[in-house]
C-alpha cells in the first residue's frame, strides 16, 4: 500500500509498519494522514475534520499492480474497499493522523527510494552498465530538488523496475 501512494504525485512520503496493517502518508500540501486495515464498524460519523481523500488514494492503489478494485468512499466517505490481484479484499479506514507518529524525516520519500534501489544494486555485484545506472540514480536522488518533473519520475520508474528484478 505504501508502495502506491510513493507512486503517485498526490504524495510527498508514505511508509508502513512492518506488521502491514498501518500505513502513514503525507500529502503534497503536509498533512499527515494514517491508513489502517481493519473492520467496518457501523457508525453516523462518517465525517472527517478535513478534506477526504479517498480518491486520490484509490487512484494510486489501482495504479499499483497489485491492486485490482479501489472503490473510494464505500461504505463510508473515510474508507477504501479495495482487492488484490489474488482475490483478497479489505476494507481501509482513513484517519487524520494528529500525533504525527512517525517525524516527516523518518518517512519514506521519493528520493530516498531511488537512492535505496541503487544502493541495493551496487551491493549486488553490479555489471559495469549496472553500476552506472545506480550513479546516476544516486546523483538524481541526491539533486532531487534540483531535478524537473520528468527526471524525477523516470528515476523512479528505473528505482521501480530495479526492485522487480
Do not use: C
Amino acid at each position: 500500500m505504501a508502495d502506491a501512494l510513493r507512486r503517485s504525485p498526490h504524495f510527498a512520503a508514505a511508509d508502513a509498519d512492518p506488521g502491514g496493517d498501518t500505513v502513514w502518508f503525507t500529502t503534497e500540501a503536509g498533512s499527515n494522514w494514517t491508513l489502517t486495515f481493519k473492520e467496518a464498524e457501523p457508525t453516523d460519523d462518517d465525517l472527517l475534520p478535513e478534506p477526504v481523500l479517498t480518491e486520490a488514494i484509490a487512484a494510486a492503489i489501482l495504479n499499483h499492480p497489485g491492486f485490482v478494485t479501489a472503490d473510494a468512499d464505500s461504505p463510508r466517505e473515510d474508507t477504501i474497499t479495495i482487492q488484490s490481484r489474488n482475490q483478497v479484499r479489505h476494507l481501509l479506514v482513513l484517519d487524520v493522523d494528529r500525533g504525527n507518529a512517525l517525524a516527516p524525516e523518518d518517512l519514506s520519500t521519493p528520493a530516498l527510494d531511488v537512492a535505496l534501489a541503487a544502493d541495493k544494486l551496487l551491493t549486488s555485484n553490479p555489471s559495469d552498465s549496472e553500476r552506472a545506472t545506480a550513479e546516476l540514480l544516486n546523483y538524481v536522488a541526491a539533486t532531487w530538488d534540483k531535478q524537473d518533473l520528468p527526471l524525477r519520475e523516470h528515476a523512479q520508474a528505473v528505482a521501480r523496475a530495479l526492485r522487480t528484478r
